[in-house]
């Protein structure tokens, strides 16, 4: 898959999972925030808490988009009606989760009582916006058609084996949604069913 010279910005939010937090959620790792200290020489230096106008300003839009990141992960209230549980680890990643640009992928696991998963990826993107990013995204497998839900700017979506997986694009954030379930159906009606409440979350321009 190539990145190009796309600059990444991958903040997928953790929602209430203990099996998931072995790595820090720090936007630090994405942009550099350390600013030149130098010696002061007549005049005082300003307090170190003081951030420079310009250093304030390039990080904005990350901030931006690392907020509506976390606004557009579903959390145990917006799945309270799916019958599913937490699950104490993610789900590995499908065929489909790994062909999507991402500089630190993260996510969330649900459990349902017929023993099916489902894994909920959001990505953040500083250059490039989340319907350029899914245009260019190639999954294995078969397409499944799934007509795109008011809220979402585009919609992709593929069935591999008992594996589906959509892609919804909205501003700068990617919401992916993987369903592992015993056929290929159920996974299918599965995302289909989830595509309007996670498509909700998505920013808004």
Same mark, same amino acid.
């Not at 600013?35 to 310009?54: C, H, I, N, R």
């Given at each position: 898959? +190539?990145?190009?010279?796309?600059?990444?910005?991958?903040?997928?939010?953790?929602t209430?999972?203990?099996?998931?937090?072995?790595? &820090? !959620?720090?936007?630090?790792?994405?942009?550099? =925030?350390?600013?030149?200290?130098g010696? &002061?020489?007549?005049?005082?230096?300003a307090?170190?808490?003081?951030? &420079?106008?310009?250093?304030a300003?390039?990080?904005?839009?990350v901030?931006?988009?690392?907020?509506?990141?976390?606004?557009?992960?579903?959390t145990?209230?917006?799945?309270?009606?799916?019958?599913? +549980?937490?699950?104490?680890?993610?789900?590995? !990643?499908?065929?489909?989760? %790994?062909?999507?640009?991402?500089?630190? &992928? +993260?996510g969330?696991? #649900?459990?349902? !009582?017929?023993?099916?998963?489902?894994?909920?990826?959001? =990505?953040?993107?500083?250059?490039?916006t989340?319907?350029?990013v899914?245009?260019?995204v %190639?999954?294995?497998?078969q397409?499944?058609?799934v007509?795109?839900?008011?809220?979402a700017?585009?919609?992709?979506? #593929?069935?591999?084996?008992?594996?589906?997986?959509?892609?919804?694009?909205?501003?700068?954030?990617?919401?992916?949604?993987?369903? =592992?379930?015993?056929?290929a159906?159920?996974?299918? %009606?599965?995302?289909?069913?989830?595509?309007e409440?996670?498509?909700?979350?998505?920013?808004?321009?």
């Amino acid at each position: 898959m +190539r990145h190009g010279g796309m600059v990444v910005l991958a903040a997928v939010v953790l929602t209430g999972l203990t099996g998931c937090a072995d790595r &820090p !959620n720090d936007l630090e790792t994405y942009y550099d =925030t350390s600013g030149g200290t130098g010696t &002061p020489t007549s005049a005082p230096s300003a307090p170190s808490s003081d951030v &420079p106008v310009e250093q304030a300003a390039a990080n904005a839009p990350v901030d931006h988009v690392a907020e509506a990141v976390e606004a557009a992960v579903l959390t145990k209230s917006d799945l309270v009606n799916e019958g599913v +549980r937490e699950a104490a680890a993610r789900a590995a !990643n499908g065929s489909c989760f %790994d062909a999507v640009p991402a500089g630190d &992928p +993260r996510g969330s696991t #649900w459990l349902y !009582n017929s023993g099916s998963s489902l894994t909920q990826q959001v =990505t953040g993107y500083l250059d490039r916006t989340a319907a350029d990013v899914l245009a260019s995204v %190639d999954c294995g497998g078969q397409t499944l058609s799934v007509p795109r839900p008011d809220g979402a700017e585009a919609a992709r979506a #593929w069935c591999d084996d008992t594996t589906c997986t959509l892609l919804l694009a909205g501003g700068h954030v990617l919401s992916g949604l993987q369903v =592992t379930a015993s056929t290929a159906s159920r996974a299918a %009606d599965a995302v289909k069913g989830l595509a309007e409440l996670a498509a909700d979350k998505l920013p808004q321009s």
